[in-house]
Structures are given as C-alpha cells and as structure tokens.
C-alpha cells in the first residue's frame, strides 16, 4: 500500500483538527457563549475527514438512528453513518466519536457522515443525561466509561452492516476522551484498535480543585440547565456546596467529586494504544496531570503538550501542518495495518510557546524529547525579595523578615454567588470587592531559556482570613519594550486556615500548571501576585469571569519574603547544570527597582491597630542608608529589635510579633541618617 496515495493534505488537516474540536467543544460554551471567543463562531466549524483516498468522496452513505438499553434500563440515543457499498473483508475500518460534555449525538452527525463517504463505518451517541438519551448524569464517571463498553460490545456485533470488529478507533476530547480510556482501564478493558484522547487527563476531576481552588469553568459546567445535562442528586448538589463557602461543604466537594471519576490509579491497566493530548493553556484540566502520570501508561503511546484547540487553548497553523503527519500515521498503524514511525518517534511531542506574539497569539516552537517532560528541566528557584524584587537570592531573614502584605477586602457579606451573578464586573463589585496586586520582577535574562514542566512555589504566610486565604500567582514574560504577556500561573486557597486570637505562621509548597515556554533574552520574568486571578489574555474565553472563584473570606495575607518563599521554576538552559540559575539575570546584585524607590523617608501606622499578637509596619527608603526600627514599651525600654541594616530604596514591611509582651500601650521609633520618626500602637489580649 503506498502511504503517500493515502495522506492528508493541508486543508483536510486543518478540518480534520476543527472536527476533533467538535468532539468537545460544547463543554463551555453553553454556560456563557457570550464570554466565549470562536473563531468564526462555533457553527462554522466544518466536519473534517480522516485518512482516507484523496479527491472525490468515493461513497455514499445512509444514516440509521438506533437505541442501545443499558444494563441498569437506561436507553441510550445513537446513529450510525454507513457507505452503501459492500464492505471490504473484515468489515469497514470503524470509529466511534463521543462528543464533549452537555452535548449530543447531533453535533458529531455530519462529521459522522462524511467520513463514512471516505469508506469508514462511524456511530456516536448522546452520552448519558445528555442529549435525547436517558438517565441522569453522573458527570463523567465509571458509571458513564461503563455504558461505553456496552456500546462498544453492542457495535462489534453489528457485523452484517459492515462494522470492522477487529479495526475499531474511537476518538474524543474532554468527556469524549475521558470514557473511552477510562473504559479501557477498568477491568476487562475496552475491545478497541486504538484511542485517541485530547485534553483529558486521568485525574480530571480533581485538576478542576487543584490545590483547594474552585475553577470557573467546574461552576459553568455543573451549572448547565436540563436542556444541555441532567444530573443525579450528588452533582446537583455540587454547586450548592461551592456557593456556601462553608469548610464542611468544601470538604464535601473535595472528597466527592473525584470518586469514580479520576482514574489515575488503574491507568497502568490500559493495553490499547493511544494518542494523549493536552493543551498547555486548557482553563479546564491542568496538563500537569499528565505530565506527572504519563509513565503509567503500559500500552503503545504517542503524546502531544502544546497547541491543542479546546479548553481554551490557543491555535497554531504550523502545528496543524506537524499534526497532519502524525494523525495520520496512528490511522495508518492501528486500523490499516502499515507500519509508521508512530511509535519509535520520541514518545513525547510538545511545543513551547513564545515571542512573537501574532495575531493576539503566542507563536509555538515545535521539540520533542525521549525522556518524561518532568524530567528534562533544572529547578531553579527565584526568591521574592524586599522591594517586589524577584532574584536567585533570598533575604536570608528569617526570624525577623521582610513581608509582603496582600489584601482581601470583602466588603458587605458579599457572597462568592453575588459575584458570579455580578460576573466580577460592575459598579456593586467594585464597591464590595478590592483587587489586590503585588509585582515582583527579575532583572533581564541574558540568553534565551525555556520552561517546560510544572512551576511551583514555596511559600511563608500568616493570615487573617478565616477559614479561607487564597493566593493567586500569575507568571507573565516582559519585553524588552515594556509590555507583558500572560504565560501561566499558581493557584493556591487554603482551606483551613483556623486563624484565632493567635494566627499561625505557616509554609506550603503547590505546584501550578503545567507549561512550555521559551523566555527570551532582554525579557524580564514577571510574577504577579493577586486575589483575583483574571488577565486580559482570559477575556477571549472568561470574559470578566476570574480562572478560580476568589475567597470571599475579608483578611491580610502576610507574606514573609525568607527563603521559604520562591517559585520554583522548571528552566532548560544551554547549561543545565548551571546552579541557582547563576549569570541568567543581568545586574541582579546591583538591580533597584526605579517603579518603587519613593521620593521620601516614611514612616507608617502600623496595621492592624489594635492587634493581637502580630502587626505590619511598614516604611520607606528614600536612598540607600543604614536603618533602625525599634520596639520599646511606655516606660521606653527597648523590647524588641526589628531591623538594623542597610537598606536600598524602596517600600519595607516588617512583622512585628508581641506573643510574649503584656497588654499595653507600645512605642516603635525608625532613624535612618538624619531621618528619625515615633509611632505609637496598642497590643490588646
């Protein structure tokens, strides 16, 4: 058979991705189709073709609608597109499409049907609570990969109409991904050739709470109304336990919504062979999840990270043209039998974004690696520094530091729902809550260093909020020319933050998602840190809505800037082994930030006033000079040191911890050269 007779060209490529879109396309767009930006609208989209004889389509086909009754009753709505000519030995090559979540049968049906005129039996079906089918959703779930093995077991059987039992290739992205591998790994398997999964990782259910933070885009989808999902009781209730802000509700959610729906601990059970996808840039499902659990896959596998449509994700006209030849060779290999380079290319494709930006998009760069994405960077920490100063070195402070605080000001018992219905926008949610932003820099890179891998970060906090205290970390590259580009970002809401008389000083480290990118020479590494997570590259798909729903919980977050508070950042250098990412930065030691060096020496009220046992003060530095700040109680005896040292200009903040004074009225005095200033504060037990 010649291989070339038989290869996409670069139109039916490009249909082909737009139709893979389709599979799980549905999955945001009902919620708020006015906050979601397609191109071309989602109507346009045209079905594509698979692998198949160039030209005219050689066949005609015939639609049949048909039911399957499931092993508990429920009847599932399936159709079935199949050419009018006799099938060829072993039955027509056969693939079965599930479409993406709160979606029918119908949306996949002209895709269905044009790929029959290119010779291959196609069926879908409305998945479970969805649709014309029946029953109640269970939100992708074993109950759903379950009634997708009895379809499978119902289709091999239909032998008479053409299907070929023994060359069956089902694909899907986002639930139309998920089943089908779940399916295969749960005991006895799916009988299939081959499984095409996009942006769909096995632990999906959990990426939507990654580490205690609510994703938008889990609200919107457990939110449908009965024309687009039905569900059962549980995800009824889903959204409820989301909306009251209550630990014990959290607890709920977080215990529940992976049950029977992550999957990662059975994937090594998996034996067909399988394309893996994942979006960089997904707003549902974090590719961390596979990047972490890829090596569990037992069975033939070729992967792809990087400009996957979908989820969010943006596209990239070069990486179409890379993913016409490697779609085709997994046809090639599993339903027609030729033998590809599919699976002794490295098993890890992936493409890093990066500069220039065209057409309001990131360009991609093509890579591949033999070795786990995870494990081809150097760790490189960058501390947060006094200053909003972001370096390779820390402050080296740790008993009594520098801080950073970051506050939530919620205002009038406004509710986590009075914002979604508000959609973080307008005049009663400016009113009632504030956004915070604090902005640490790097110096310029001084060659061109790529990021591939899961960025974490350490961190060192006290705050106030009770029982939620959310952080939002947002990593942005900064040209030369000033302006900044969104790249990734860190969510972390802790979720049990117990803060009393005596808040705990705390430190915990989270990883955020997953990303390749190559920063380039003369950039700046920027990471801002704010209590909405919202950036204008997100408004195409979130319009005003944030990535996670903010803590509506009001408090100061303390941040210590120790070594204890970095992100940690996967860099691929042109010396791997180059530590603490030494001669990355230039002038880091030398390096004052000009955006905040103030104009004057100052002093200010420290907050809270009254407090119990911790506070802030903070002052300014107007030029570099040696500066005290003293504690001293009424009678003016010293009773604590805070600072004595040299300090560059800038803001500084100070924790000042009175856990072992008495009640009273205390004194804190700073002199810097000539500058010299007293201020008075009350410790209330």
Not at 65 to 84: A, E, H, Q
Not at 255 to 277: A, C, Q
Not at 359 to 367: G, L
Not at 627 to 656: A, M
Request: glycine share 6%.
């Amino acid at each position: 058979m010649n291989a070339i007779r038989y290869q996409f060209t670069q139109k039916q490529m490009i249909a082909f991705l737009s139709g893979l879109l389709f599979l799980f396309i549905s999955v945001y767009t009902t919620y708020s189709q006015e906050n979601i930006n397609i191109p071309g609208g989602i109507n346009t989209w045209k079905p594509n073709y698979l692998p198949g004889i160039p030209g005219d389509n050689p066949y005609t086909a015939t639609r049949t609608n048909f039911t399957i009754t499931m092993r508990d009753g429920i009847v599932i709505d399936c159709l079935k597109w199949i050419p009018d000519s006799p099938a060829p030995a072993g039955g027509w090559p056969t693939v079965i499409m599930v479409h993406g979540y709160g979606d029918s049968k119908e949306t996949l049906s002209e895709f269905c049907r044009q790929q029959a005129e290119y010779g291959y039996y196609t069926m879908t079906f409305s998945v479970r609570g969805q649709g014309l089918s029946g029953g109640l959703s269970n939100l992708i779930s074993r109950t759903e990969a379950e009634d997708f093995r009895e379809i499978v077991n119902f289709i091999r059987k239909d032998t008479l109409n053409g299907v070929g039992k023994d060359k069956i290739l089902v694909m899907g992205g986002s639930q139309g991904g998920a089943l089908p591998l779940m399916a295969a790994c749960l005991p006895g398997g799916v009988n299939v050739k081959a499984i095409i999964n996009s942006v769909a990782p096995p632990n999906f259910a959990s990426s939507w709470i990654d580490n205690g933070c609510v994703k938008m885009t889990l609200l919107w989808t457990i939110e449908y109304n009965s024309d687009t999902a039905r569900y059962n009781g549980q995800v009824n209730r889903m959204s409820d336990w989301i909306y009251s802000e209550n630990k014990q509700y959290w607890d709920s959610l977080a215990y529940w919504l992976p049950r029977d729906r992550d999957f990662t601990s059975i994937l090594g059970n998996n034996t067909v062979p399988l394309i893996v996808e994942a979006s960089w840039q997904d707003k549902f499902f974090n590719a961390d999840g596979w990047l972490q659990n890829i090596h569990l896959v037992n069975s033939p596998m070729t992967s792809y990270m990087g400009a996957v449509q979908g989820h969010g994700g943006e596209h990239s006209a070069t990486e179409d043209t890379w993913h016409m030849d490697w779609f085709n060779n997994f046809f090639f290999q599993n339903l027609w039998g030729m033998q590809t380079n599919i699976f002794t290319m490295p098993k890890y494709q992936y493409a890093s974004t990066t500069s220039p930006v065209v057409n309001n998009a990131w360009t991609f760069v093509h890579d591949s690696s033999s070795s786990l994405l995870k494990n081809i960077s150097t760790h490189t920490k960058l501390y947060f520094n006094s200053n909003r100063r972001l370096k390779t070195t820390s402050n080296n402070n740790w008993c009594i530091p520098d801080v950073d605080l970051l506050t939530n000001d919620v205002r009038n018992n406004y509710s986590i729902k009075d914002a979604v219905y508000d959609e973080f926008t307008g005049s009663t949610f400016n009113a009632k809550f504030k956004i915070d932003n604090n902005t640490y820099e790097t110096t310029a890179l001084t060659t061109n260093v790529e990021m591939t891998g899961t960025p974490s970060i350490t961190m060192d906090y006290i705050s106030t909020a009770k029982p939620f205290a959310q952080f939002n970390f947002q990593v942005f590259e900064v040209f030369p020319n000033g302006t900044s580009r969104f790249v990734t970002r860190l969510n972390y809401e802790d979720r049990n933050n117990n803060y009393g008389l005596l808040p705990s000083r705390k430190q915990v480290t989270f990883r955020g998602q997953a990303h390749s990118h190559i920063f380039k020479a003369g950039s700046k590494i920027r990471i801002n840190l704010t209590n909405l997570d919202r950036t204008t590259e997100d408004a195409a798909f979130f319009g005003t809505n944030p990535f996670v729903l903010p803590s509506m919980k009001p408090g100061i977050n303390i941040m210590m800037l120790t070594n204890n508070f970095y992100i940690d950042l996967p860099l691929v250098t042109s010396s791997s082994n180059r530590p603490n990412a030494e001669g990355l930065f230039a002038d880091e030691n030398n390096f004052v930030s000009q955006n905040n060096a103030p104009e004057k020496f100052e002093l200010k009220q420290n907050y809270p006033n009254p407090f119990n046992p911790n506070t802030v003060i903070s002052y300014s530095v107007a030029k570099t000079e040696k500066v005290e700040l003293r504690v001293y109680d009424i009678l003016g005896k010293e009773v604590q040191t805070l600072v004595n040292d040299v300090k560059n200009p800038g803001s500084y903040n100070v924790v000042f911890n009175a856990v072992n004074l008495s009640s009273g009225v205390y004194f804190y005095r700073i002199t810097s050269g000539s500058f010299t200033d007293i201020k008075k504060m009350t410790l209330v037990k």
